[in-house]
Structures are given as C-alpha cells and as structure tokens.
C-alpha cells in the first residue's frame, strides 16, 4: 500500500516540475524579461570573472582564517568553515555566527571586508 502511495506522489512531484517550467515561458512575453536575460548574455565575460575571482578569494582568506583562528577558536574547525566565513564576509552579509577571536584574525577580518566591499563595487 506504501508503494501505490508514493507512485501517486511521485506523478504529483513531476507535474509539479512541470509547473516551475511553465514560468519560464512568460520569458517570452515580458519584454522586461528579454532584457534582463539580454543584459546577462552580454555580461557573461565579466560575471564568469566574477565568479572566478569570488572563488579565488574565497578559498585564500577561508584557508588564511583558518590557520589564524583554528588553534585558538573552535568555530573555525576546518578550511571550509573558514571559506563560509570568507563568503558571509566578502558578499557584506555577516551573520555573525563565526567570527574571529585573535587580534590576527580580526585583522584578517577586516581586510577581507574591506576587500569585500572594493570588489563588489568595481565596475567590470
């Protein structure tokens, strides 16, 4: 009986798939839309450098952090942890939930948001 069950959820899940496709097809009929999907086509250049360069800075001040903090502060337990902390600081989010104890990891702090903030404003 649990197999006839979830062989109906299974139909739902896809027609539900089906559903979110819909909506890209109102792509189409919004000229707003066309735009912005314009737009990105013509930026792919400078949003793949982006994204390349997010994932370079991520990775040194995450394995920096990490090295810092690691002995003397538990929440940075591990380089990804240290690269979660890069990304929450690099994009300005800040959650607020890792942060560094040293006086060597504050300073690393704040030149990656200082970083941070330079990076997401240049022009490309």
Known sequence: ELDAMSKRYVVLRVCRIFRIIRIFKFVRHSQDLILIVRVLIHAKK????????????T???????????????????????????????????????????????????????TLGIVFLALPM
């Open 59 to 113: 990775i040194t001040f995450g394995s920096i952090m990490y090295y810092v903090e690691h002995e003397v502060n538990p929440q940075f337990n591990s380089i990804m942890q240290g690269c979660w902390w890069s990304i929450v600081t690099i994009t300005t989010v800040g959650y607020g939930e890792v942060v560094p104890s040293t006086p060597g990891g504050k300073f690393v702090g704040s030149v990656v948001l």
């Open 46 to 57: 400078e949003l793949g450098l982006l994204v390349i360069l997010l994932g370079i800075f």
